[in-house]
């Protein structure tokens, strides 16, 4: 059986104590998967918290095994085999997108991926800066058009807030968002205005000297990335029939601590307290969790192949420095991604 290369966790734990490259299994695609032969993948918050442990009952139950656990999501590479019923590729393609919890993670030398999560690359861009934009496009697609019903066909002159427009997150946010002409107010530390206000933001608050709910009032969108504290200032932004939508809620929390079944009943009540309550108010209220999309992905690269969006990347290393890229990503002091490359490419 021919083997393949990856980074494998047997447990959860920080990376630098439980990942280990090793030998597996290369695997067989099936049905409308193909086999991807990885050129360039990168690190995001997600997936040093999921090494760590975050949503370890979830992916008990979707992945087709629990370990060995090979993490990653973003995914650049090259279409090597085919499953049966796969009608959108051929062998030689080069594709980009993200895996899904029951596949195989980005961090590996092959992956099956379902086609559906995939679309062809642009022409004439290289895989590490391809890697730096699916999983962070696919999150705000899932958030602004899956759950706020946001129309890319009509979204021009709507306007948008989100927070950390310096992150890997509002980085991307701001451009696609000004890329649809819409209107878009974004906080940042002090250091990084101009740089954001070079990615298209309309409007970019230093959080340290300026409040945000003081300049900031009726969007049509508030995007939350920060959460907690945050949650009820940035939903008071949004005005009668528009929407708020968070990337920090607790859904994974409440199924890790009490369970799939304990956990899922808590987080419907609170979220259905809350729709509820905002309602009321004629906003729309919702939580999102990255999902792959085909028309997502496909439009975002249409996008990234014209120029209007293009990566912010901290740093790119060789796979096997993938450790010191856990750990540079955990410091905090990542300006972008961080994209790890197949020595080879």
Known sequence: MATMQAWVAR??????????LDKLPIPEPQGRQVLVRILASSLNPIDLRMVQGYGARLRRLVARE???????????????????????????????GITDLREIGAHAQFSAISETNLTHAPPGIPP?????????????????????????SSAAGKSLFVHAGSGGIGSFTIQWAKSLDMKVSTTCGPSNV????????????????????????????AYDTLGGKYEKGTVALVKSGGGYVSLIHPTMRYTDRFGLFGGGLAAIGTLVGRKILHGMKGRKYAWAIAQPSEAGITH???????????AVIDRELPMKDIISGFEHLASGRAKGKVVLLREDV
Do not use: C, H
């Not at 447990?11 to 280990?20: A, F, H, I, S």
């Not at 650049?76 to 080069?94: A, H, N, R, W, Y």
């Not at 730096?132 to 129309?151: E, H, K, N």
């Not at 975002?300 to 209007?308: A, E, F, L, P, Y």
């Open 11 to 20: 447990d959860y734990g920080p990376p630098e104590k439980v990942l280990r």
């Open 66 to 96: 629990e370990f060995p656990f090979i993490p990653g999501r973003d995914v650049v590479g090259e279409v090597v085999e085919s499953g049966s019923e796969v009608t959108k590729f051929e062998t030689g393609d080069l594709v980009v």
């Open 128 to 152: 590490g800066k391809l890697a730096a934009i699916p999983y962070v496009a696919m999150t705000t697609w899932s958030a602004l058009v899956g759950r706020l019903d946001l129309d890319p």
């Open 194 to 221: 101009e740089w954001v206000k070079e990615l298209g933001a309309d409007v970019v608050m230093n959080y340290r000297d300026q409040d945000y709910r003081e300049i900031v009032q009726d969007v049509d969108f």
């Open 300 to 310: 975002v690269m249409g996008k990234v192949g014209s120029g209007k969006i293009r």
